[in-house]
């Protein structure tokens, strides 16, 4: 992509509504627009992150055995009727008619929905076990949206749903988003720790957040802090095996957030030396909540022993919109955003520094097309701002490297590549420079 035809419309000063770094940087890198309160629009250079990580989640969701599927925005008032919630929800949800007065409300989440799906098609164990799912928009009118995208009222989401004929399998289920989440954060850059934590308004007993940590994040968290050394399982993990070793080595260790912190616990299994207690940001949450859905919505399944029965249900949020601040939160610098590599809007900036003159305009355009060809994505800053500009501006939108270009390195066969994230710079040919970014 030329930078002189994209769409970027960076700040130079800092947006004063915006308190926390990511929210900052959003809006300066020109990644998003405020539209209303908690609502955004996703420019390009920002659209590109969000779904990158949407690419992500549907990679590990369809590797855990998920089958995703598309479930609208607008959702009947009368199917919230059923399961008791359309009421219990509040003042968060909100409610739409439609011009035959029907009544409608802007989906906060879908357990009722898939629910009535499942009804509808699903009557045997034999067709269990089953996990669908989305990644879709949201609205909870938020009494206070803020951050950002971190706490929005329209919010992008990625939910699943299972169903199981009994609680054991309903755990195996569990226990094969819990892993799948291991991967989805990791594979972002992020130390994403599993704390036990409160259903809400979904309902439940069994219930992870799945917490990054940060000072500006908005929960409260008590973690050994060996927690975050534990390893991540690889993308071989068999899901069809027996996954309960990987989930007691990650539930074992003390991780939990404040709303369900047990102080005497904390102070009696883990040292002094390792307790934590911080803040961190929820980008995910799965919860198991047995037959909550299933018997007010009459989901029944016959077992193989003849007997008809309520499914088991469990379902499993990816915050997808909150996770590119929180990406940030974890990732940037003064000088602006350090864009892990799996999630970056283009993985190369390369920096003309002398556009018009033939030589530099020559070898940029033999790069581009080189990587291009690589299938290596680059964000082309072939702009006629000066060089001091162009170098602080690819800072702040933070790809991973930037490949420098001028009249006078090429004089000697040199191009200069600057690794974003160590701030390490190199001069090589650029062959070498190609070597490296297509490797
Ligand atoms: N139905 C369940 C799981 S599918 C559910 O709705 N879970 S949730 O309420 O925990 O939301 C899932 C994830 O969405 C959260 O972990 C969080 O990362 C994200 N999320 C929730 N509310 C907001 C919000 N207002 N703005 C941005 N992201 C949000």
Known sequence: MRLSRYFLPTLKENPAEAQIVSHRLMLRAGMIRQEAAGI???????????????????????????LELLMPTLQLADLWRESGRYEAYGP?????????????????????????????YVKSYRNLPLNLYHTQWKFRDEQRPRFGVMRGREFLMKDAYSFDIDEAAARLSYNRMFVAYLRIFARMGLKAIPMRAETGPIG???????????????????????VLDLPVPGEDVDYNGDLTPIIKQWTDL?????????????????????????????????FYFGTKYSQTMKAI?????????????????VGVSRL????????????GIIWPEAVAPFKVGLVNLKVGDAEADAACADLYAKLDKAGVTVLYDDTDERAGAKFSNMDLIGLPWQLVVGPRG??????????????????????????????
């Not at 003390?254 to 102070?267: G, I, L």
């Not at 940030?328 to 003064?334: K, N, P, R, T, V």
């Open 40 to 66: 955004y629009a996703w420019l390009p250079l920002g659209f590109r992150v969000l779904q990158n990580i949407e690419q992500i989640v549907r990679e590990e969701m369809d590797r855990a055995g998920a």
């Open 92 to 120: 968060e949800m909100l409610r739409i008619q439609d011009r035959h007065e029907r009544e409608l409300l802007y989906g906060p989440t879908n357990e009722e929905m898939i629910t009535e799906i499942f009804r509808a």
């Open 204 to 226: 439940g007993d069994l219930s992870h957040e799945f917490i990054i940590l940060a000072e500006t994040g908005e929960s409260g968290v008590f973690i050994d802090k060996n």
């Open 254 to 286: 003390y991780a939990a957030t404040e709303d369900v912190h047990n102080t005497a616990r904390f102070e009696r299994e883990v040292l002094a030396d390792r307790r934590v207690n911080t803040r961190g940001i929820e980008v995910g949450q799965i």
């Open 301 to 317: 399944v016959t077992g193989p022993d003849g007997v008809d029965r309520p499914v088991h249900g469990g379902s499993y949020g």
């Open 324 to 335: 590119v601040g929180g990406i940030i939160e974890a990732s940037h610098d003064d000088n």
């Open 410 to 439: 090429l004089k000697n066969g040199v191009v200069e590549l600057k690794n974003r994230a160590t701030g390490e710079r190199s001069e090589l040919s650029p062959e070498a420079a190609l070597n490296k970014l297509t490797s």
